[in-house]
C-alpha cells in the first residue's frame, strides 16, 4: 500500500484519491480514517459521549492547521478554545458545543508557530481497539492541547475575553 504524510497531522496515511474537508486540509486518506469513525462514534451512549466525540472533533480541527483560509483560522482558534476549556475548566460536552458556535463568528489572529507534528492522531485513534477508543482519545486532546503549549497563554485570554 503506497502512503503519504498528511500534511496537517503528519502521519502516514494511505494515498487516496477521495475527499477531504473542505477547508481543514488534510490527506484524503486521513480524512477517510477521521470518517471511518462515524459509526462507532453513533453507537456512543451517555451524556459523557458528547465530550469525547467534542475531543475528536477539536483534536483533529486542531491537526490540521494547514492554511490561511478564514474558516481553517477560525476553526483552529475555536476548537483550541474548546480542547483549553475541556482539559482545564471542565464544562460539559454539551456547553462546549453550544460555546463554539458563539466563538466561532468574529476573526482571530493566525497562531505561528505551528506544532511540528502529534505524538498522538486520528490514525492511531482508527487503530485502537473499539473498548481503547475513548482512552485514546482523551490522550489524543491532551497531547494535542500541549502541542500548541506556545499559543497557551493566548488561548486562555480568548477564553477570559468570551467565557
Ligand atoms: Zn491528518
Known sequence: MVEVRCVGCKAMV????????PYMASAAGCWERYC?????KGRLTGEGSIGVVQDLVDSFAVQHAT????????SIAVHLMSLC?????????????????RWVGRDYPVLEPRPAGYPITISDVAAAPAAMRSSTIERLAKTSWSAWSAHHDTVRGWLDDLG
Open 36 to 40: 471511518s469513525l462515524e459509526e462507532w
Open 85 to 101: 476549556s475541556g482539559l482545564e475548566l471542565g464544562p460539559t460536552g454539551r456547553q462546549r458545543r453550544v460555546r463554539i458556535g
Open 14 to 21: 494511505p494515498d487516496s484519491e477521495g475527499p477531504s474537508h
Open 67 to 74: 492554511n490561511t483560509d478564514r474558516r481553517n483560522v477560525q
